[in-house]
Structure formats: structure tokens, C-alpha cells
């Protein structure tokens, strides 16, 4: 963390698309928890410009060790909630929003703090290009059900949900942990109208 955060670490939310290259698009995933996809995605196109978002200590400290030997210059983290980032980022300056596995507030009494809702949809809406995509997961059903019927209430989306993994799909230990256990991955993919 002494070597690798400072190179990548956002300390100022207005700063959170600045890369020392030009991208070709930028894609934001909503917390990374242990780093393995953003690591994998990062080294698989180098020409995209990628902003993490994870307030937990353990998630951006395992993400630093799985790219300390990489090229950074690609890769942009924000150690604390989302909503500051996503206040700060441009209009129409995203092509992907991943949200993968978050947490399921599962009783009824704490769906409030569910992170989709549709004043979130708006904001990232907002921040998404013209047919940029929402991706989303899950291995919890109710809140399956929740984020695809928030996802397709919403006038500025339109998508599907499967339990196939689209095409390209990386599985994250999360996702094979669940798989192992017999919980069943839904697969949410939304794209801005």
C-alpha cells in the first residue's frame, strides 16, 4: 500500500478521471471488494481508463497487491463511499457502471439503503454515455428481483436479466464461492436509452 496507493489513490473526487493518457472510454465499478476483477479488466485493456471505488481497507489494500508489478497508469482508486466520486464525475463521461455483489440489506426495514434506487439510476444515468451499460450481479434473489424491477422502472434504461454470465464474463471469487454453495449468480445488464 506505502508503494502502489499513492500512484493510483484519488484524493480529490474532482480528479477522478484524470489518467496520464487519453482513454478510449472509462469504465467505474462500485465497490471492487478484493480488486480481482478491476486488476483483471485493467490488464486486459490497457487502453480504458478504470476508476474503483472501495471504503474497506481490506478490499483496496488486495487490489494493491494484485497489481503492484502492473502498469498503473491506467487505473484510478477512490478509498471511500461513492457518492462524492459520482457527484464530481462529468455528464456522459462512462461507458460501463459495474455493481457486483452489493450488499443485499436483506430485511425489509433496511431496503432504503439498498444502492439502487432510482434516484441513484438517475445519477448514474447522468454520468453514463449514450448506450453506456449498467452491469450488476447478485447471488441474493430478493435483491435480484429488486434491481431488475428498480432497473426497468426507470425511463432511461432498458436491459435484461439471466443467470448466464454475458460474453467475456470474468468470475470473481465471490461469484465462486456462491457457485460452490449452491447460490445461483443473476446476471444484470442494463443499457442508457
Excluded at 44 to 63: A, K, Q, R, T, Y
Excluded at 88 to 117: C, E, G, M, T
Excluded at 152 to 176: I, N, Q, V
Amino acid at each position: 500500500m506505502d508503494v502502489v496507493l499513492p500512484k493510483i489513490k484519488i484524493t480529490d473526487p474532482g480528479d477522478g478521471l484524470k489518467f496520464s493518457f487519453t482513454p478510449r472510454e472509462i469504465w467505474f465499478e462500485i465497490g471492487f471488494g478484493n480488486g480481482d476483477s478491476l486488476a483483471a479488466w485493467h490488464r486486459e485493456n490497457p487502453d480504458v481508463g478504470f476508476v474503483g471505488c472501495e471504503p474497506f481497507i481490506n478490499g483496496f489494500s488486495n487490489l494493491c497487491k494484485l497489481i503492484a508489478d502492473d502498469d498503473l497508469s491506467n487505473i484510478r482508486i477512490w478509498n471511500e463511499i461513492a457518492q462524492p466520486l459520482i457527484d464530481a464525475f462529468p455528464d456522459q463521461s462512462i461507458a460501463r457502471v459495474y455493481l457486483l455483489n452489493p450488499d443485499p440489506w436483506h430485511k425489509k426495514r433496511h431496503a432504503k439503503r439498498r444502492f439502487i434506487q432510482q434516484d441513484m439510476l438517475t445519477q448514474l444515468s447522468r454520468i453514463l454515455k449514450p448506450g453506456g451499460m449498467l452491469l450488476m450481479t447478485t447471488d441474493h434473489a430478493d435483491l435480484g428481483e429488486w434491481m431488475l424491477e428498480q432497473a426497468t422502472m426507470h425511463p432511461d434504461f432498458t436491459g435484461t436479466a439471466s443467470t448466464t454470465a454475458p460474453d467475456g464474463w470474468l468470475t470473481t471469487r465471490y461469484e465462486g464461492k456462491g457457485a460452490k454453495a449452491g447460490r445461483t449468480q443473476k446476471y444484470l445488464v442494463f443499457t442508457k436509452t
